[in-house]
């Protein structure tokens, strides 16, 4: 099997639009972040989280629509080896979306974030040194610069928030996406105006993000949104 695609030269991935190139670069900004979020106050944590789930959900997304698929089709294996990952995103899910429900004097709020970032440093090093070189080892560069235009076409619509209930595969994740992207976009917008001034935010501020995280979890749970999913990563609705 190919080396890690951290080890890889830009040429041996394939080019800067090749989708590796693509996940690596990622997944470098992903390390900065999380080296920030370890050292951060508490009157910043919550920036850094926007930014990482700004990075996080949408990156996975892409995968779950793109990669994903691609590998079940390709790999003897690629079924088992996709569904460990999928598992990993799950957590992310839930875990985002359990700190989402504390607040920064919660005692579980630290173990919540230590968790966080121990899954999604272990879900960046699942797939740059096993996952990644099993499909490299199967494409040739055309194709995954291909596969990165597709993926970087997803991951540019895809949306931004934790969404525990949607499946992880087609045709539940691809038939969510466009009303959970609008959403969760229009509530970044809003809780981004709501950080840069937190004490003076407005209550009008509060109240739409509310309303836009709630309308979301309405649009999770209809039944076409799990279509696809696998046991083991599905979340009960409720």
Same mark, same amino acid.
Request: charged share 30%; net charge neutral.
């Given at each position: 099997?190919?080396?890690?695609?951290?080890?890889?030269?830009?040429?041996?991935?394939?080019?800067?639009?090749?989708?590796?190139?693509?996940? #690596?670069?990622?997944?470098?900004?992903?390390?900065?972040?999380?080296?920030?979020?370890?050292?951060?106050?508490?009157?910043?944590?919550?920036?850094?989280?926007?930014?990482?789930? #700004?990075?996080?959900?949408?990156?996975?997304?892409?995968?779950?629509?793109?990669?994903?698929?691609?590998?079940?089709?390709?790999?003897?294996?690629?079924?088992?080896?996709?569904?460990?990952?999928?598992?990993?995103?799950?957590?992310?899910?839930?875990?985002?979306?359990?700190?989402?429900?504390?607040?920064?004097?919660?005692?579980? #709020?630290?173990?919540?974030?230590?968790?966080?970032?121990?899954?999604?440093?272990?879900?960046?090093?699942?797939?740059?040194?096993?996952?990644?070189?099993?499909?490299?080892?199967?494409?040739?560069?055309?194709?995954?610069?291909?596969?990165?235009?597709?993926?970087?076409?997803? #991951?540019?619509?895809?949306?931004?928030?934790?969404?525990?209930?949607?499946?992880?595969?087609?045709?539940?994740?691809?038939?969510?996406?466009?009303?959970?992207?609008?959403?969760?976009?229009?509530?970044?917008?809003?809780?981004?105006?709501?950080?840069?001034?937190?004490?003076?935010?407005?209550?009008?501020?509060?109240?739409?993000?509310?309303?836009?995280?709630?309308?979301?979890?309405?649009?999770?749970?209809?039944?076409?949104?799990?279509?696809?999913?696998?046991?083991?990563?599905?979340?009960?609705?409720?």
């Amino acid at each position: 099997m190919k080396r890690s695609i951290a080890d890889q030269s830009l040429e041996e991935l394939g080019g800067r639009l090749s989708v590796l190139t693509r996940q #690596r670069k990622d997944h470098i900004e992903l390390d900065r972040l999380l080296r920030q979020l370890d050292g951060a106050e508490a009157s910043t944590q919550g920036r850094v989280l926007l930014q990482i789930y #700004r990075l996080v959900f949408p990156h996975a997304f892409a995968e779950e629509a793109v990669l994903w698929p691609v590998m079940r089709r390709i790999l003897p294996d690629g079924p088992e080896l996709t569904l460990e990952v999928e598992r990993e995103h799950q957590e992310v899910n839930e875990l985002v979306t359990a700190l989402e429900t504390t607040s920064a004097e919660d005692a579980g #709020r630290e173990r919540l974030l230590a968790r966080l970032a121990e899954v999604l440093r272990e879900d960046v090093r699942d797939e740059e040194d096993v996952l990644l070189p099993r499909l490299q080892e199967k494409l040739g560069p055309a194709r995954l610069r291909s596969l990165g235009l597709a993926w970087e076409v997803v #991951r540019r619509t895809a949306p931004t928030r934790a969404h525990p209930v949607v499946a992880r595969r087609p045709p539940g994740n691809v038939v969510a996406a466009v009303p959970l992207s609008l959403l969760d976009r229009l509530r970044d917008l809003v809780d981004a105006a709501i950080l840069r001034s937190p004490e003076r935010g407005p209550a009008g501020l509060h109240r739409l993000s509310t309303s836009l995280a709630t309308l979301a979890h309405r649009v999770e749970h209809l039944p076409l949104m799990r279509r696809g999913e696998d046991p083991s990563t599905a979340r009960a609705a409720h």
